[in-house]
């Protein structure tokens, strides 16, 4: 065998998103930051809204994704989204949603 082989993309695997992201990884910071901050203390109210229409997403997920495009050079809401689908970091900071 002449070259390395990679796992075949048929194959399952199971692994956490946990596992994936070390822990010195920057991203963890971010995510401890934005939840140990109060919120309500810096003028952030949860708006209660209509029985009809989607429901909102809370704003510590804003905030983490507002923070994790900030320290990365990341300014506009469409290369945000685009992120939030491709990279792992970002599906461990907010736990799967995707704004």
């Not at 939840?35 to 804003?62: C, M, Y």
């Not at 939030?84 to 949603?97: A, T």
Request: with cysteine; net charge neutral.
């Amino acid at each position: 065998m002449q070259h390395i082989r990679g796992i075949s993309r048929n194959q399952m695997t199971i692994s956490s998103l946990e596992s994936s992201i070390s822990t010195d990884n920057p991203i963890r910071f971010i995510d401890a930051f934005v939840e140990h901050i109060d919120l309500k203390a810096l003028g952030f109210e949860v708006q209660i809204l209509k029985s009809e229409g989607r429901p909102s997403f809370e704003t510590t997920i804003f905030l983490k994704l507002y923070l994790y495009g900030y320290l990365n050079g990341l300014r506009s809401s469409r290369k945000l989204e685009k992120e939030c689908l491709r990279n792992i970091e970002m599906q461990w900071l907010l736990e799967g949603i995707v704004p």
